[in-house]
């Protein structure tokens, strides 16, 4: 495995002669080499060592900081800890046989090897039961991924790496029943932190031109 990268590495700075044409504040120059150079890394390429608790905290202290109508926190975070991941393991393994009775051992090894990955592993959970207001379901849904973003943000700010994980299982029953969700109460994705052994080139972005337009 090669050497866990170096903050230089990890978040790249903007080239000097665009720092100068923005006239940006430090400040400035670091949320948006932080924002830009974050990237999603395989769980597979993410091992130890993972955050320490006090980092976890600050973590969730993110999470909390995510844009929230009316206060209502519709989601929440579940960590899967070391000793039950076998349990994980199990629900991967037979999601993918409930949906897939052919499915081959290797396939059903791989499916289970899925829960072992990144040294910290957690469920984010959309809370979108009936609420009072009853904010509607996308906005919730924003809210979620804001606080997903801030995880993501903060564990890149440590200099760890991060990605997130979903697919078929999601939505069995089986998840479900481990993660104890309520009615109104669906599992998103996983969110997977730790020491990142390898990162690819930087994406091509979008230019905002793409993406934004004037009435
Ligand atoms: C809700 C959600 C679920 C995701 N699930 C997966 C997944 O199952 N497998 C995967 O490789 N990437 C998954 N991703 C990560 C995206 O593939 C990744 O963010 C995208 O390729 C853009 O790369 P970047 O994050 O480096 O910009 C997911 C992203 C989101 C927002």
């Known amino acids: ?18 720092v100068a044409a923005a006239s940006l504040s430090q400040e ?19 091992s130890a060592p993972g955050p320490s608790a006090t980092q976890i905290d600050q973590l969730f202290r993110a999470a909390a900081a995510a844009p929230d109508h009316a206060r209502l926190r519709p989601w929440r975070f579940v960590l899967v800890p070391e000793h039950k991941r076998s349990e994980l393991a199990e629900v991967f393994a037979q999601a993918l046989v409930d949906r897939d009775a052919s499915a ?12 072992y990955r990144a040294p910290l592993l957690m469920l984010a959970v959309a809370c979108l039961g009936p609420r009072e207001p009853d904010i509607p379901m996308l ?4 809210s979620l991924g804001c606080a997903i973003q801030n995880i993501l943000l903060s564990a890149h700010s440590m200099e760890f790496g991060s990605g997130l994980t ?13 993660f104890q969700l309520q009615a109104g109460e669906e599992a998103v994705c996983f969110i997977n932190v730790g020491t990142a052994s390898t990162r690819k080139p930087a994406k091509l972005r979008p230019e905002p031109f793409e993406f934004v337009s004037s009435l």
């Open 1 to 18: 495995m090669s050497a866990p990268l170096k903050q230089s590495e990890a978040i790249s700075q903007p080239e000097p002669s665009d």
């Open 104 to 115: 081959t051992l290797a396939q059903i090894a791989a499916a289970r090897e899925k829960a």
């Open 139 to 142: 906005q919730r849904m924003v």
């Open 166 to 178: 979903s697919g078929q299982a999601m939505s069995s029953a089986r998840m479900r029943e481990l």
């Open 28 to 46: 400035a120059i670091f949320a948006e080499a932080l924002i830009t150079s974050r990237q999603n890394i395989l769980p597979k390429c993410l």
